[in-house]
């Protein structure tokens, strides 16, 4: 099969290598699926960009998480039926080495989700990480309608999917961004009311908004930068969900939170159990009925454009979905 890969790390442009290798074969318990758009996310390029002093995981490596593609093959004990079902894929190179950047992939059937006819490969592959982590940081506390939910990064993969699925719950829904163009994206999402995080009016408006009772339920792109900020937004016995952080460590204003008896859950979407993820893949099916959940493609490019597409990414102004389109070679 075709594939794209790195045997080192490093830039996009040095490392990256497009060629051929053995089709995988399914093991128990799994399925190979043909891979028609995969789709790139912000770790998939930190774990190709490499960490100094880190050894790769393996000696090669596919990448990508997620994608979209139809099963063309099972393994022992995968019912057969599975057989030419339509799939989104998401987590496909956590634990792995061969990830969706390829024609073929082979992985553990319950990352192969039903995608329903009528939403598209690129679709498809826009959900995965962002959707499933989205859903989570909304959802896995408890129900939110009634409730208000603030999500910073607003304009972000996970954050796009995060206002779309806190207002389907029945929340009232801020987010923050950094610009009007975001700001704009997030409105188009459904948040209520949108904060410029750079502006030092942002924690008055919010305060405002919830009229002085602090936001319930916080879900956090970027933990220790927005520490400040959240202590003081939120409400008490509020809850804070981190799913990511620009730093691994850093001063937190403990007593601000515990004041208000502020919990903070980390989650790392990789590593919830098959049987959460499921729960969680099955709740995302619920919405692809048509008209309910938005996806947003910035730009979809042919395996040959790997490179390219990681740079985009790492370059952090794309507003959407940089998605592999294999039909495009
Ligand atoms: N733990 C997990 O399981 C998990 C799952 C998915 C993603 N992640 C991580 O979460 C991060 C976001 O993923 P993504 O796919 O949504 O990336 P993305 O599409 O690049 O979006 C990130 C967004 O966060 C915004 N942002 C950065 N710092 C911010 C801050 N302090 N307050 C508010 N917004 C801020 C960025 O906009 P500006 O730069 O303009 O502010 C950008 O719009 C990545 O680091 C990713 O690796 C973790």
Request: aromatic share 6%.
């Amino acid at each position: 099969m075709k594939a794209a890969y790195y045997d080192r790390t490093g830039p996009a442009n040095a490392v990256f290598q497009i060629g051929e290798i053995d089709d995988p074969k399914p093991a128990a318990g799994e399925v190979v699926v043909q891979v028609h758009a995969s789709g790139v996310n912000p770790t998939d390029t930190k774990v190709r960009g490499g960490t100094p002093g880190r050894k790769m995981g393996y000696p090669r490596i596919i990448p990508h998480h997620d994608g979209a593609g139809v099963i063309v093959a099972t393994g022992a004990g995968v019912d057969p039926a599975r057989m030419d079902q339509r799939v989104w894929i998401h987590s496909a190179q956590f634990g792995r080495a061969f990830g969706t950047a390829a024609q073929y992939v082979a992985l553990p059937q319950h990352l192969a989700v039903r995608l329903p006819d009528a939403t598209g490969f690129l679709d498809g592959a826009a959900l995965g990480v962002p959707v499933m982590t989205a859903w989570n940081s909304v959802m896995g506390d408890g129900p939110v309608a009634g409730r208000t939910v603030f999500v910073a990064g607003g304009a972000g993969a996970v954050g796009h999917y995060a206002i779309q699925i806190a207002k389907l719950g029945g929340a009232q829904v801020a987010a923050s961004v950094s610009g009007p163009a975001k700001a704009e994206e997030a409105l188009r999402a459904g948040a209520d009311l949108v904060v410029n995080y750079t502006d030092p009016e942002a924690e008055a408006q919010v305060h405002d908004w919830t009229s002085g009772r602090g936001v319930d339920h916080f879900v956090d792109v970027n933990t220790t930068q927005n520490a400040g900020f959240s202590a003081s937004v939120m409400a008490h016995g509020g809850r804070i969900v981190s799913f990511g952080s620009a730093t691994n460590t850093s001063e937190m204003p403990i007593r601000d939170f515990r004041q208000r008896n502020v919990s903070i859950r980390f989650l790392f979407i990789h590593r919830l159990d098959a049987h959460h993820s499921r729960e969680i893949a099955a709740a995302v099916c619920g919405l692809l009925r048509p008209g309910i959940l938005s996806h947003r493609i910035a730009h979809s490019l042919p395996l040959a454009d790997i490179a390219k597409a990681h740079q985009l990414v790492e370059e952090g102004h794309v507003m959407g979905k940089v998605i592999l389109d294999l039909s495009k070679g």
